[in-house]
């Protein structure tokens, strides 16, 4: 039942999905005759419409979060391994001979990439999720192994999870897995606006030594106010920021995480 619970409520609070329900509750009001009320809450789906989809609030709301650490960090003695979360490879499409298909987070890889060759003694591991998506057998660990190698990557130093359903899972199943000593230093890659609630789970996890590598980057100076021009994608930004910041606090309270906001160590300071 809390499944089932939990999916209602992640459906609820996402922007793009609330407005439909507001507007849904407002045209089932005015069909049973509740004219005021069914005006009330469609004047509010409109208005959240305009202000959700149409203006840069989400990338607002993003920005205090991808800049919780610092981009391109000074790593002060050599990793030990680079670890990238999943969520940039659609695994999905590799059937029928397709070439590889990243998503908008592909950053992780590029970066990792580059980061592979100045440190060449750097395990990679990749903490990614979902079960084989069809016959292929094709996971984002298998494909992102391959993109790596076809950057020069050898690919012995690649391995990797797909247990992981969550940025929880990631974090403790990547610890199971490696084993990270104290004094080591380990490198998380992940998007800018993902990474402090990453970091909150690796550290609750046990992880020390974390050098948080923010990738991905969403927002500028100058993006508040201002106005979007395409629905889908101001809505997919404050979907986004919502889940992020919901995830904060959800995380914080189901202690997966000992900080609200978490954020640099002292000596990681910008």
Known sequence: MLPVIDSILRFLVTPSNAIVVVLAVGLILLVVGRHRS?????????????????????LALLRPLEDRFQPSPTVASDPRGIIILGGAINAAMMGDGRPISISGAGDRFTVVAGLARRFPDAKIFIASGGSPADASGATELSVGKRLLQSFGVEGSRISGDIRSATTWDNARFAREALLPQTGETWILVTSAWHMPRAVGAFRRAGWGGLVPWPVDYQTRDGDWPGLVARLSAGLGLMDAAAHEWLGLLAYRLRG??????PGPEPAQEP
């Open 38 to 58: 069914g005006l009330g809450l469609a004047g509010l789906g409109a208005v959240l419409i305009v202000l959700f989809g149409y203006t840069t609030l989400g």
């Open 256 to 261: 997966r995480s000992n900080d609200l906001f």
